[in-house]
């Protein structure tokens, strides 16, 4: 809440420019204010300062003030030199500040109207940051097409790193050869920021995304993506395409194989085929590895399985024959189940000696063991210690020591406050934790 200040200590503290004086009126009257404008209602600072102004009314009123009060102060808002007018009855008052990006939050303000007694009018307003904001995950696919044929352009526009929704996006592409992007389509962004838009290609190029920006944040540019575009030639096509095994373990090998084909039926060897893979969930397409088909225009290969999605095989085409691209086939990963992990004890805690005076030392000794097929072991691990002060029932941390070979445990601290003590190993790669029993310690002053 701000802090009201009577006009004989405002004049002292900050100077007449604070409160002043509009033109006489009634004494025998209460003064009236009303509630502060703000101009812009939410001042945006981008590269530069920004000024924003503050605008009220009173009546019968001698003097008037303003104070604004930046987020977190807590000491009396900041006087704000006014500026009155005549209004009709009213008198109104102007005063300006200027805002830059460390202002950024939630101000408070405070008017008070001074007369006939005293009036106030309060209220809050916002500066904010401009947000940045990042055309991510753009795509042109595919990426090689017969000119006249459709193309899907997508992608996500992101704000301070989340979806923004509801803003133009303009589709822009240059052609090979040439040095400038030409607008093609715009498209508003939906839910989560995601946008699409179909487009008729017409030459090789590169296509591209741009937000140009808005009263609240700055603009971006999406990556380029190259599409080639040829004249129609004889046909191709892949046939019997296939990703296996599925389901197969993340981390094992998928392997990938098919036949290109041309004419309906003949083979085509000695051509480059890519293997693509789009991640379940993502729209994006990327190229993994490739072969070269053989006399017979099979291709084989491999890859690393690492999350469910989808492959295909894609052959850009050649001098007198059309690319294309096999059907998707979807391969679901599985992370295999951990081996199970071996049980430990921490066994033989004591804390001495006991009793103990405050400020000397506290030994610590236990055991770490881990069963080893029905044999229990010493075991090397990392193991904290805990306290629970007397009279409280909240555990707290001290420090974290380790076992030897053996799975010997020995530490100190220095003894502060009664309490009871224990050791807590929390499991590794290999072990589940477990933690010793408890041992309570009285520290005399």
Do not use: C
């Amino acid at each position: 809440m701000l802090q009201r200040t009577h006009a004989a200590a405002i004049a002292i503290a900050m100077g007449a420019a604070t409160l002043v004086m509009a033109p006489p009126a009634s004494a025998a009257q209460a003064p009236s204010i009303s509630k502060v404008s703000v101009s812009p209602a939410s001042p945006v600072v981008f590269d530069k300062p920004v000024t924003a102004t503050f605008t009220f009314t009173t009546k019968a009123a001698g003097k008037a003030e303003l104070q604004l009060k930046a987020p977190g102060q807590m000491s009396v808002g900041t006087p704000v030199e006014l500026k009155p007018s005549p209004h009709g009855q009213w008198t109104k008052w102007t005063g300006t500040r200027t805002f830059d990006a460390k202002d950024a939050g939630r101000w408070n303000l405070l008017a008070i109207a001074h007369g006939d007694g005293e009036k106030s009018a309060n209220g809050t307003f916002e500066v904010r940051k401009a947000l940045d904001t990042k055309v991510a995950d753009f795509d042109a696919d595919p990426d090689s097409v017969v000119r006249g044929e459709r193309l899907r352009l997508s992608g996500r526009l992101l704000a301070e790193g989340r979806g923004y929704d509801g803003q133009t996006v303009t589709l822009t592409f240059r052609e090979k050869g040439t040095d400038a992007y030409r607008h093609v389509a715009k498209v508003e962004t939906g839910r989560g920021g995601w946008f699409g838009a179909r487009v008729k290609a017409e030459a090789t190029g590169w296509w591209r995304a741009e937000f140009a920006g808005n009263a609240a944040a700055r603009g971006s540019v999406s990556d380029t993506d190259r599409v080639d575009v040829r004249r129609g030639d004889r046909d191709s096509r892949i046939t019997g395409f296939d990703a296996r095994p599925e389901p197969i373990d993340k981390g094992d090998r998928l392997r990938l194989s098919g036949t290109l084909q041309v004419d309906g039926g003949h083979a085509l060897p000695g051509q480059r085929v890519d293997i693509l893979f789009k991640a379940t969930g993502s729209s994006r397409w990327e190229r993994v590895t490739g072969d070269v088909t053989g006399r017979d225009g099979r291709f084989w290969a491999s890859a690393t399985a690492q999350e469910s999605g989808w492959w295909r095989a894609v052959y850009r085409g050649t001098r007198g024959v059309d690319g294309t691209s096999s059907g998707s086939d979807w391969v679901r990963v599985v992370t295999p189940a951990p081996p199970a992990k071996a049980d430990t004890r921490v066994i033989s805690f004591n804390a001495s000696p006991e009793p103990v005076k405050r400020g000397k030392y506290l030994r610590f000794k236990g055991w770490l063991q881990v069963d080893d097929e029905g044999a229990w072991e010493g075991y090397e691990g990392k193991v904290q210690l805990w306290f629970k002060a007397a009279g409280t029932r909240t555990w707290k941390y001290v420090k974290t020591t380790w076992s030897n070979d053996d799975g010997k445990l020995g530490t100190k601290t220095k003894a502060s406050r009664s309490g009871t003590w224990k050791f807590v190993f929390r499991g590794d790669d290999d072990t589940n934790g477990d933690h010793s029993r408890t041992d309570y310690v009285r520290v005399k002053r």
